[in-house]
C-alpha cells in the first residue's frame, strides 16, 4: 500500500527487514491464523480447552510482538546500537513465545485427537 509513494518505496525495497517484516505478516499472520481458524471452524481444534485458549493466545501475542520487533529492527537510524541489541533480544523472545504458543496448539489438538481415538475401540 506505502510503496506507492515514491519516498516510501526506495525505503521498503531497500530495506530488507521490511520485506522480511512483509512476508512474515502474510505467511505467519494471514496464512497461520486462517489454517487455525479452519481448524477451529471445523471442529478439529476445541477452543473451550484452556490450554488450546492459552496456545492461541500466546501465538497472537506472539506474532504481533515479533511483528512489532522486526519493524523496529528496520528503523536502524533511529535506534542505537544497545537499543538494537535489545530488539534482537526481544525478537528471540517473542519467537519462543511464539513456539510455546504453537505447542500448546498442538498439544490440545493431539489430546483431543486422543480422546476421540478411545471413543472407538
Given at each position: 500500500l506505502f510503496s506507492a509513494i515514491p519516498q516510501f518505496s526506495t525505503f521498503i525495497y531497500t530495506n530488507r527487514d521490511m520485506i522480511i517484516l512483509y512476508l512474515h505478516l502474510?505467511?505467519?499472520?494471514?496464512?497461520?491464523?486462517?489454517?487455525?481458524?479452519?481448524?477451529?471452524?471445523n471442529n478439529r481444534l476445541d477452543i473451550r480447552k484452556p490450554i488450546t485458549k492459552a496456545g492461541i493466545i500466546l501465538l497472537l501475542f506472539g506474532i504481533l510482538s515479533t511483528e512489532l520487533f522486526i519493524g523496529l529492527r528496520s528503523l536502524p537510524q533511529y535506534l542505537t546500537y544497545e537499543s538494537f541489541l535489545i530488539v534482537n533480544h526481544s525478537l528471540l523472545v517473542a519467537s519462543g513465545v511464539l513456539l510455546v504458543g504453537v505447542l500448546l496448539i498442538f498439544s490440545g489438538y493431539y489430546y483431543q485427537l486422543s480422546l476421540r481415538l478411545k471413543q472407538y475401540p
Open positions: 502474510m505467511f505467519l499472520g494471514v496464512a497461520t491464523c486462517y489454517l487455525f481458524g479452519l481448524w477451529i471452524q
